[in-house]
């Protein structure tokens, strides 16, 4: 059957057109969900056509990996929380880098069993393929823990980028060793050093980078998967890994920036300054839920700040009922979204959509942050170090030189938080003890609650 290849050839490019398609469509939160529909029906043609591939081998195998791969997923797509997608992304980040680098693994022991080399090209592609794509996996697995709460925010030790560069170090050569020999020795001490290498990388980066490691990761994936591509000379693979390795690239860029960070600085030194933190004056002022509510009840404009707290309280929809009652009353209203804001990259965007917040009312923080001047409250639901001044006014904090939303420049500003607590970079926050600042202590879901039974008081009980 002459005719399999080119079909399966026809099918990756109508593949790689449906990936085309849907990436474009996922750059607006009002086309996003198809073009996710788009390139998941591409990568389902390109998985079909593969097992017409001639001389294709185990093929039971790959179909019950295949069965119990997309089992797993559709269980945990299903069940797992919204406040749980960052650690859901990091671990499909490294779910990714670890498929690339056991094809890297099961290729180069093939090559060492059969004694004929393939092309240099092949080789050094393959080595370095696998070498993104444990330090992918490995650190992913890390970021997960790290999100998920089952490990400290950040781990270091005297020396110790000096002992991560001779890992890094130790496996480059490792992977040239192999390149030269392919002895099977050599091949398990190259995947050692990349898995720790990724231990490693990820062990000392602080919760405030999060957001960037992760997108980092999902670059190194794709990179990682387009390189094995070529080894398989497997189109698909390779059009798909230069797609999510671009995309990622492009989005680590652009939340680096967001913070004022180069990847260098995230991956290889502490946020922000040394030295002694300032000291923060005044004190935190509770306010009740009804006064609150009058507050912005017969304000001109408000301002909401969403954060990772809104999205652990599962706020967002009574925060969209808030936001309803106020709009009838004829208050401007508007959601301001820091680029970092959460534990991944549109995080907010996510949750506030679930709830049916309209995108024109959702600005992000370049548009937003000359309007608080002349905001007349700015409601703040768990949101921390994104509003933290300190960020501009000393150089000593972790979080100097991370652009914010000027929160503080509001003529009031309520923050909805549980307690006294620090935000995800574990500092404190001086917006909180600000003139202007009065705290609404509680759950952020019941703290919504109380302003629209308040508000609806306010309207004669409507």
């Given at each position: 059957?002459?005719?399999?290849p080119?079909?399966?050839?026809?099918?990756?490019?109508?593949?790689?057109?449906?990936?085309?398609?849907?990436?474009?469509?996922?750059?607006?939160?009002?086309?996003?969900?198809?073009?996710?529909?788009?390139?998941?029906?591409?990568?389902?043609?390109a998985?079909?056509?593969?097992?017409?591939?001639?001389?294709?081998?185990?093929?039971?195998?790959?179909?019950?990996?295949?069965?119990?791969?997309?089992?797993?997923?559709?269980?945990s797509?299903?069940?797992?929380?919204?406040?749980?997608?960052?650690?859901?992304?990091?671990?499909?980040?490294?779910?990714?880098g670890?498929?690339?680098?056991?094809?890297?693994?099961?290729?180069?022991?093939?090559?060492s069993?059969?004694?004929?080399?393939?092309?240099?090209?092949?080789?050094?592609?393959?080595?370095?393929?696998?070498?993104?794509?444990?330090?992918s996996?490995?650190?992913?697995?890390?970021?997960?823990?790290?999100?998920?709460?089952?490990?400290?925010?950040?781990?270091?030790?005297?020396?110790?980028?000096?002992?991560?560069?001779?890992?890094?170090?130790?496996?480059?050569?490792?992977?040239?060793?192999?390149?030269?020999?392919?002895?099977?020795?050599?091949?398990?001490?190259?995947?050692?050093?990349?898995?720790?290498?990724?231990?490693?990388?990820?062990?000392?980066?602080?919760?405030?980078?999060?957001?960037?490691?992760?997108?980092?990761?999902?670059?190194?994936?794709?990179?990682?998967?387009?390189?094995?591509?070529?080894?398989?000379?497997?189109?698909?693979?390779?059009?798909?890994?230069?797609?999510?390795?671009?995309?990622?690239?492009?989005l680590?860029?652009?939340?680096?920036?967001?913070?004022n960070?180069?990847?260098?600085?995230v991956?290889?030194?502490?946020?922000?300054?040394g030295?002694?933190?300032?000291?923060?004056?005044?004190?935190?002022?509770?306010?009740?839920?009804?006064?609150?509510?009058?507050?912005?009840?017969?304000?001109?404009?408000?301002?909401?700040?969403?954060?990772?707290?809104?999205a652990?309280?599962?706020?967002?929809?009574?925060?969209?009922e808030?936001?309803?009652?106020?709009?009838?009353?004829?208050?401007k209203?508007?959601?301001?979204?820091?680029?970092?804001?959460?534990?991944?990259?549109?995080?907010?965007?996510?949750?506030?959509?679930?709830?049916?917040?309209?995108?024109?009312?959702?600005?992000?923080?370049?548009?937003?942050?000359?309007?608080?001047?002349v905001?007349?409250?700015?409601?703040?639901?768990?949101?921390?170090?994104?509003?933290?001044?300190?960020?501009?006014?000393?150089?000593?904090?972790?979080?100097?030189?991370?652009?914010?939303?000027?929160?503080?420049?509001?003529?009031?500003?309520?923050?909805?938080?549980?307690?006294?607590?620090?935000?995800?970079?574990?500092?404190?926050?001086?917006?909180?003890?600000?003139?202007?600042t009065?705290?609404?202590?509680?759950?952020?879901?019941?703290?919504?609650?109380a302003?629209?039974?308040?508000?609806?008081?306010?309207?004669?009980?409507?």
């Open positions: 059957m002459s005719w399999l080119l079909l399966v050839k026809a099918s990756y490019l109508v593949a790689a057109t449906l990936f085309l398609l849907g990436l474009q469509r996922m750059a607006s939160p009002k086309t996003a969900r198809s073009g996710i529909q788009w390139a998941g029906a591409g990568m389902l043609i998985t079909f056509a593969t097992f017409l591939l001639p001389g294709l081998h185990n093929l039971p195998l790959i179909a019950t990996a295949l069965v119990i791969g997309t089992a797993a997923a559709w269980i797509g299903k069940k797992v929380a919204i406040t749980d997608m960052p650690q859901m992304v990091a671990l499909y980040n490294g779910m990714g670890g498929s690339a680098a056991a094809i890297g693994a099961v290729e180069l022991l093939r090559f069993s059969e004694g004929a080399a393939p092309s240099i090209t092949t080789l050094v592609l393959g080595v370095v393929g696998a070498l993104i794509g444990a330090v996996l490995s650190g992913s697995i890390i970021a997960w823990a790290k999100l998920d709460g089952r490990m400290d925010k950040r781990y270091t030790f005297p020396g110790q980028q000096f002992f991560n560069a001779a890992v890094a170090i130790a496996a480059v050569v490792l992977g040239g060793i192999v390149i030269h020999s392919l002895g099977v020795p050599m091949i398990i001490a190259f995947f050692i050093c990349a898995l720790a290498l990724g231990v490693l990388m990820t062990l000392p980066i602080g919760g405030a980078d999060m957001p960037v490691v992760i997108s980092l990761y999902n670059a190194l994936t794709g990179l990682a998967v387009a390189f094995e591509g070529y080894v398989l000379q497997n189109e698909a693979l390779i059009i798909a890994g230069m797609m999510v390795g671009a995309a990622g690239t492009l680590t860029q652009l939340m680096a920036k967001a913070m960070r180069s990847i260098k600085s991956l290889f030194s502490n946020f922000g300054g030295g002694a933190l300032q000291e923060i004056s005044g004190s935190q002022k509770p306010i009740e839920a009804g006064d609150v509510a009058a507050m912005m009840a017969y304000a001109e404009r408000v301002v909401i700040v969403p954060g990772y707290g809104m652990v309280a599962q706020a967002q929809h009574k925060i969209w808030l936001t309803q009652k106020l709009i009838e009353r004829g208050v209203v508007k959601f301001a979204i820091h680029p970092v804001a959460g534990r991944m990259p549109g995080h907010m965007n996510v949750l506030l959509a679930e709830a049916g917040v309209p995108y024109d009312l959702i600005a992000d923080m370049d548009d937003i942050n000359p309007e608080f001047a905001t007349d409250v700015s409601l703040v639901i768990g949101a921390n170090d994104v509003v933290n001044p300190v960020a501009k006014t000393d150089p000593a904090s972790p979080i100097y030189g991370m652009p914010i939303l000027d929160v503080v420049n509001s003529k009031n500003t309520i923050v909805i938080k549980r307690g006294k607590g620090t935000g995800f970079a574990g500092i404190e926050n001086a917006l909180f003890y600000a003139d202007n009065r705290m609404l202590y509680g759950d952020g879901a019941e703290m919504a609650a302003l629209v039974s308040e508000l609806k008081a306010l309207d004669g009980g409507h």
